[in-house]
Nanobody, 125 residues
Framework: VQLVESGGGLVQAGDSLRLSCAAA????????MGWFRQAPGKEREFVAA????????DYVDSVKGRFTISRDNAKNAVYLQMNSLKPEDTAVYYC???????????????????WGQGTQVTVSS
């Protein structure tokens, strides 16, 4: 089973991008999902998470009000809408599955068990 991210690219500050993460099967309809990012020379960090039923979401402070996480379980997909992008948002973005049925949201990488290959987002000033 694989997760495949898409939607990254090179944009200017203030622009928007929508990242998608898709799985070939409905493996995560009962699982919380998360987005993480890793900038050059930095550790991977939490960005956003969404509960299995999409009722709850969580965001790192630096993206609150600019990014929105959503999911469509019928399409086996999770999304990250990124608005008002800043140069400091430049990173490889990864989606991940928290493979525990109906689990609470988590910001810890250790709680996520399946990762995509990442998609590059570059924001120029």
């Amino acid at each position: 089973v694989q997760l495949v991210e898409s939607g990254g690219g090179l944009v200017q500050a203030g622009d928007s991008l929508r990242l998608s993460c898709a799985a070939a099967t409905g493996i995560f309809k009962d699982y919380a999902m998360g987005w993480f990012r890793q900038a050059p020379g930095k550790e991977r960090e939490f960005v956003a998470a969404i509960s299995w039923n999409a009722i709850s979401t969580d965001y790192v402070d630096s993206v609150k009000g600019r990014f929105t996480i959503s999911r469509d379980n019928a399409k086996n997909a999770v999304y990250l809408q990124m608005n008002s992008l800043k140069p400091e948002d430049t990173a490889v973005y990864y989606c991940a599955v928290r493979p525990t049925n109906w689990a609470a949201l988590s910001r810890s990488m250790d709680d996520y068990g399946l990762w995509g290959q990442g998609t590059q987002v570059t924001v120029s000033s």
